[in-house]
Every structure is written in C-alpha cells, then in structure tokens.
C-alpha cells in the first residue's frame, strides 16, 4: 500500500496547500502523538525544532498544539540542525522528535521529519500507522482537559547539540590555524556551523548566516555549491563547507576551489576508516551513487551496496548489514558510529579532524575519477507521468540505446513535484541523447 502523507523524508509540499498548513499540522501532531503515546515506553514528551523559513512561525503552534492535545507534553527549540533534533530526541529520552523543515527546498514549501526514540527515521510500518489515525474523527484521539500536555521553550538546545558533537573527538582537537568557509544557507545551520568552528579556534568566514524568513537556500548553500568555491578563493581558505536548509546535508570545496560532492567525500572517509580499521562491513551508497565511486570500492576491497534514494533507506540498509558508513551523492552521509542520521555538521568534523595535521583538502578527497553523470529535474504537475505508457517506451529507447554503454535512472522525486532523469557514461554524446529522448516525451 503507497503512502498518503509521508514521501521519501517526511511530509513536504509548498506551503498553504493541500497537505502543508496548519489544520493538517494539528492532524499531524494530534496523531503522531496518539500513536506514540500508545506505545507506552517513556514519558509523554516531544521535542520541536525547525529550521527558519517564515511559515514555521504558522506550523509550529498548530503541531504544538495537536501534540498537546493528545497528551504529549512537548519542548521547542527554535532553528536547529535536523540531527541535533534526533541526538536530543535521544538523549532526552522523549518518545519523539519533530524537525519542521523542507530541507534544500525553497522557503516557499515546507514539511517535516519524524524520529522515533531511537533518534531514527520512522520505518514505512510506523509512517503508514500514523497515516490511519491522521485520518480518523478528531474527536477520537483528543485527551481529557487533566490529561492535556504542558508546553514549554527551551533555549539550550544548539549548546547541548554543539557539546554532543565535540564528544565525538578527542578533548585536544582543535582547528587553529585552519582558515573556513561556512555557507549555512540562511537555513538550521546559521547560529550552530559557525559557533562549532570558532569554539575550535578555526578563523571563520561565514555566509548564508542572515535568515529574513524568505531567503532559505537562496542562491546559497549546497545546492548552489558555486557560492562556497568563491568564497574558498577569495578568502584563501583551507575548506569550504556548504550545509543545505536543515543542515544535514554538506558539499565542500578544497582549498583550490574544487567542488566536492557527496560521493567523494564518502569515499575520503571510507578510506581513512579502513585504514584506521575503523570501518565495518562497507559502505551503502543510492541509485544515483555515481559508478566512479563503485568503481572505486571494488578495486579497493570495500563492499558497496546500493538502496533506494533518501538516507532513511540508507541508514535502514546500513542497521540491516550492519555497517556504519553510507550516504547520497547530494551530501547526505550518516556516520554510522557516531550518529542515526546525515549531519552536514559532524562529516565538516570528521573532514577536518582528519586534516588536522596538515594535509591539504584537495590530497584528502582525490581518490577517484567520477563517471560522467547528468542529472536533468523536469517539474510537472502530476508524478504519475512516469507511468505513462508513452514516457515508459522512451525509457526502453533510450536503455536500448545505452545498453552496455553505461546506466540510466528515471525517477519521481519523493520531496518535490519533478522527475528525475540521470544517466552515466564515458560516452558523453551516447549520454546526452539518450537522456533527451526521455526529457522530450516528458516534456
């Protein structure tokens, strides 16, 4: 059975429409805390944290207050990283965490993510059970008025994000001496990325760190990746990092200017984490993991399987082989041993500790040659277009045409109303053809 509410990570859509305004946040909240609640385990709380688009001030009462009203007793933060909100969900030992964000999209859309005590992502099961009880009589799940949830602000959140960070290393790690470039994309990242550094003793140079509501991922961040590179030269910076809205993404520039993706940075830490024996099982990558980097782990004796694209199936694949490294091409990367979701955050750390004695981030991340990809989104109003039996016979086409010659993939976005066509191959003009045979149908 497919989803109603829940996509690829979360629920997200532009803001005031069918799914994303405050009547279905109280739904939202008034089920997901039903559905908690009943599991018995802890102490009827939730934690709220949430990234700085202007809608979050409309959304965030309305879960607040469908919380309460099944019972919850719930604690906001104000704007903070997405796993800050799952490490606390953690650590406060509270029955949930609710990040409300819509991630690298535009302020115009919003959403939100789920975590379960554990600090993980819900399982499709669990997703699909709150889904039931969103659409039952209100009046089912409210609780008694002496049974109401209390609700409170807490403004320590970022510190005891920060403090969990640095736990991960050792006490004499520091960054002086290193010069850094944050892009925190106006979004989650804007108080925590640059306070982590300067606690370090690195020189920051930090951009993206004036949110007005409006401006989130606005020509900044790691989807505007361009933005981090000029700053790196200008600047004669070491790194660059570039966080997207909530912060749990991360693509980085080297000190040259050279952008780097997910894959490769994957790849730099599944390196060093083999060679410190760090490493366990292998690495999980995604459907849109560029072939370079499986290329890579094969000639380098590191298994390398692939799931479907969103780093909840990711971390799900990672638990089930039990390795502790994987992640997206876009920068999604989870740390297995030391977090249960991407932090942009923590992998800029693991980068740097990594770095600390003096080597150059351009030696770090140069392991191997990427395979050409393209990457074409098409927006469209309907996703089932996909299924349609004229865009199905142009994927056979343009498979027929690349058979042996490299791979395609053609995808409904989970967060977005796009398709997405991706194709690979050393044949460039094989590539660009075959791509635009399904682009034409579509379009």
Not at 215 to 221: L, T, W
Not at 240 to 268: C, F, H, P, V, Y
Not at 289 to 299: A, I, P, T
Not at 392 to 421: C, D, H, P, Q, W
């Amino acid at each position: 059975m497919t989803k109603k509410y829940f996509g690829t990570d979360g629920i997200r859509g532009p803001m005031n429409s069918k799914h994303i305004n405050g009547d279905m946040f109280f739904k939202f909240g008034l089920a997901s805390g039903t559905y908690f609640k009943s599991q018995k385990k802890r102490k009827q709380i939730a934690i709220i944290a949430k990234d700085t688009r202007l809608s979050g001030y409309t959304l965030e009462p309305a879960l607040v207050s469908g919380l309460a009203s099944a019972g919850m007793h719930v604690y906001t933060f104000g704007p903070m990283p997405t796993n800050g909100l799952a490490m606390l969900t953690k650590t406060m030992k509270a029955n949930m965490g609710i990040m409300i964000t819509a991630s690298h999209n535009p302020h115009s859309d919003n959403g939100l993510k789920l975590f379960g005590p554990d600090g993980m992502k819900l399982s499709d099961k669990i997703e699909k059970k709150i889904e039931k009880l969103i659409d039952k009589k209100i009046s089912i799940n409210l609780s008694i008025p002496e049974k109401l949830g209390r609700v409170k602000r807490l403004e320590s959140g970022t510190k005891e994000y920060l403090k969990i960070l640095k736990q991960n290393f050792p006490k004499e790690f520091n960054l002086r001496g290193l010069r850094i470039v944050i892009d925190c994309a106006n979004g989650a990242g804007y108080k925590a990325g640059p306070e982590l550094l300067k606690s370090l003793g690195a020189k920051v140079f930090a951009i993206g760190v004036n949110p007005n509501g409006l401006n989130i991922n606005q020509n900044c961040g790691s989807t505007y990746p361009n933005k981090v590179k000029s700053a790196v030269k200008k600047y004669k910076a070491h790194l660059g990092i570039s966080l997207d809205g909530d912060a749990d993404r991360i693509i980085m520039s080297d000190e040259m200017g050279n952008i780097i993706d997910g894959d490769q940075i994957i790849a730099a830490i599944a390196t060093r984490w083999k060679n410190k024996k760090m490493l366990r099982g292998g690495v999980i990558g995604t459907l849109m993991s560029n072939y370079g980097l499986e290329k890579f782990f094969e000639e380098n004796k590191i298994k390398f399987f692939r799931t479907n694209v969103g780093d909840r199936y990711v971390k799900e694949k990672m638990k089930k082989n039990n390795f502790n490294l994987g992640g997206e091409q876009s920068g999604h990367i989870i740390l297995g041993k030391f977090a249960t979701t991407g932090d942009g955050l923590l992998v800029a750390l693991e980068v740097l500790f990594a770095i600390r004695k003096g080597e150059k981030a351009s030696s770090f991340f140069n392991k191997f040659k990427k395979t050409p990809q393209i990457l074409k989104n098409i927006s469209v109003k309907d996703k089932s277009i996909i299924k349609n039996l004229d865009v199905k016979k142009s994927i056979k086409k343009a498979e027929k045409l690349m058979n042996g010659y490299g791979r395609l993939l053609v995808r409904a976005s989970g967060t977005e109303s796009k398709i997405r066509v991706m194709g690979e191959s050393e044949n460039k003009a094989l590539l660009e053809k075959s791509i635009n045979i399904i682009l034409t149908k579509i379009k």
